[in-house]
């Protein structure tokens, strides 16, 4: 089954399937490689590479194929001589067959990496036949090396039947992806298929729309030899979508401390005790404070700002859009909040609730799942009130904005269904106040469907209202405030939506361990 399998795309990441391809056949996998710091600061570098870092060629695949890094490619290229390394990779597909394809560079950040569906398919078979090594790699959740952990991001690994693959993501490539799966043919085969998507604004939903409809269409009709009663019926997924909800966080200060003695220097280990957390269709979160290199402190009590690499362990993690409508924000002043923006347009990460100036601040993000829209606004009770975005300067959305209800009617009528985010409340109170329920009933009259609290860095009571839901405070999801067991908690918050209505909540309480890793979940009523 094909769809515009002959026109040109952008391909971003999947590029790093002949990046592999080329630094097998050319290189010495044996080699020791030299991290430069060209390299190292290549930008969504993914696989924190530091400068003069000496790793065997080999092992770079782990973090070129795993977690995407554009670090990992860039010293691959470095070594092989980046010339010419990258005319080997066009030679390369030439040989192959794609026709229509061409690198600009190993990582695919180059919009010049373009290719087409057919040719892509060529690849794809090619490494089925003769490099199925590379897939090997690609089907891991995680490997290990002399120095390091890498983590699959592909959310697809979780798929019993996927075979490998390789997914991408930049502005001008959209989302894009090769995937190998094993499919049962008959009781005793089974066979193997290869979905390539292109500019997708849904790749894994895409993805698995593919999948299911083979699965469950034309695989069942062959093995039950009754393709003349073949229908197309409309799938069970379409019009569903599943939503994670979690509380605060923030990877500075006593995080990012044991992060450096406990974790190995990995933000991304953080995470590892919950790795289920990218299986929901959107994952969702607040993110305390900028992440930046930049700025200056201005002297706040408490004043936060995260390393760049803490961002790319939260997208790995699975998070797909972080409000940063929130008190800390504005900690580094607004050189520090420009950079975070700036930096979450370099992955597939969406923050909400600010933006560059009042107009992108006041769009909803829109995600499209399962032909449903779902939206998500992010909004501030608690300041900083200087930070509040202005028609031509950066900031974010404050719930005392004179528009507030309109910004909400206004999403509404652009999506199916809205989730309003709400930075309030008092800190360490576990009921929440007149205030917070003002604003959020307002925000469910004005067509929101759900509504998230953050600040209070406790867990707070939950309300049913109209047709909408409001969890007034889900606490902390990683945070450093080890002073009591209610601020080592949070609560994570799993939604079915069906149509534009809720289906199921289901409350889980994850806890954090001593080293600020979400740890123990339980479900509770």
Do not use: C
Not at 103 to 108: A, E, I, K, L, V
């Amino acid at each position: 089954m094909e769809k515009g399998n002959t026109e040109r795309f952008p391909i971003a990441s999947v590029t790093k399937l002949i990046t592999a391809l080329t630094s097998i056949k050319i290189l010495n996998q044996n080699d020791i490689a030299t991290v430069s710091a060209r390299a190292a600061n290549t930008p969504s570098s993914g696989g924190h590479l530091k400068a003069e870092q000496k790793i065997a060629v080999f092992d770079l695949l782990y973090p070129l194929l795993l977690e995407s890094s554009n670090d990992a490619a860039e010293v691959l290229a470095e070594h092989g001589g980046h010339e010419y390394f990258i005319n080997q990779m066009n030679e390369i597909a030439k040989n192959i067959g794609m026709e229509n394809t061409h690198f600009g560079d190993p990582s695919g950040l180059s919009s010049e990496n373009k290719s087409t569906v057919t040719d892509l398919f060529k690849l794809a078979k090619y490494l089925k036949d003769y490099e199925k090594s590379i897939l090997e790699i690609t089907r891991q959740e995680k490997a290990s090396t002399v120095s390091s952990v890498w983590k699959n991001i592909n959310k697809l690994v979780q798929i019993k039947e996927y075979m490998g693959g390789k997914s991408g993501y930049t502005d001008a490539a959209q989302k894009t992806g090769i995937a190998f799966f094993a499919l049962p043919f008959s009781e005793f085969d089974n066979r193997q298929i290869a979905i390539i998507v292109l500019h997708s604004a849904d790749r894994v939903t895409d993805t698995n729309a593919i999948l299911k409809y083979l699965k469950n269409e034309i695989f069942t009709a062959v093995n039950l030899k009754n393709l003349s009663e073949f229908r197309m019926e409309k799938p069970e997924f379409i019009n569903r979508a599943d939503l994670v909800l979690t509380g605060d966080l923030m990877l500075d200060r006593g995080v990012e401390a044991s992060v450096n003695k406990n974790l190995e220097n990995n933000f991304n280990r953080l995470f590892e005790k919950i790795s289920w957390l990218g299986d929901a269709d959107i994952t969702f979160g607040n993110l305390e404070g900028p992440v930046s290199d930049q700025g200056k402190n201005l002297g706040n009590l408490y004043s936060f700002r995260m390393a760049p690499e803490a961002l790319e362990a939260v997208k790995t993690a699975g998070f797909d859009v972080l409000s940063v409508a929130n008190n800390h924000i504005g900690d580094w002043g607004l050189a520090a909040l420009e950079d975070t923006l700036r930096r979450f347009s370099d992955t597939s990460v969406l923050p909400t609730g600010g933006g560059e100036n009042k107009e992108v601040a006041r769009k909803p993000v829109i995600f499209e799942k399962n032909r449903l829209k779902i939206g998500f606004l992010g909004f501030s009770d608690v300041g900083p009130t200087g930070f509040a975005v202005q028609d031509k300067r950066a900031g974010i959305l404050l719930a005392s904005d004179p528009d507030f209800e309109k910004i909400i009617r206004t999403a509404a009528e652009q999506t199916d269904f809205l989730v309003v985010s709400f930075h309030w409340g008092e800190e360490y109170k576990k009921k929440h106040n007149a205030r917070q329920e003002e604003l959020a009933h307002a925000a469910i009259d004005a067509g929101a469907k759900l509504i998230i609290g953050h600040h209070p860095h406790v867990v707070q009571d939950t309300e049913k209202y109209k047709d909408g839901f409001i969890a007034y405070s889900l606490g902390n999801f990683v945070f450093d405030q080890k002073f009591s067991k209610d601020t080592m908690q949070g609560l994570v918050l799993k939604i079915k939506i069906k149509g534009k209505e809720i289906e199921k909540i289901t409350k889980n309480l994850v806890s954090l361990n001593s080293f600020f890793q979400p740890d123990k979940v339980v479900e509770i009523k």
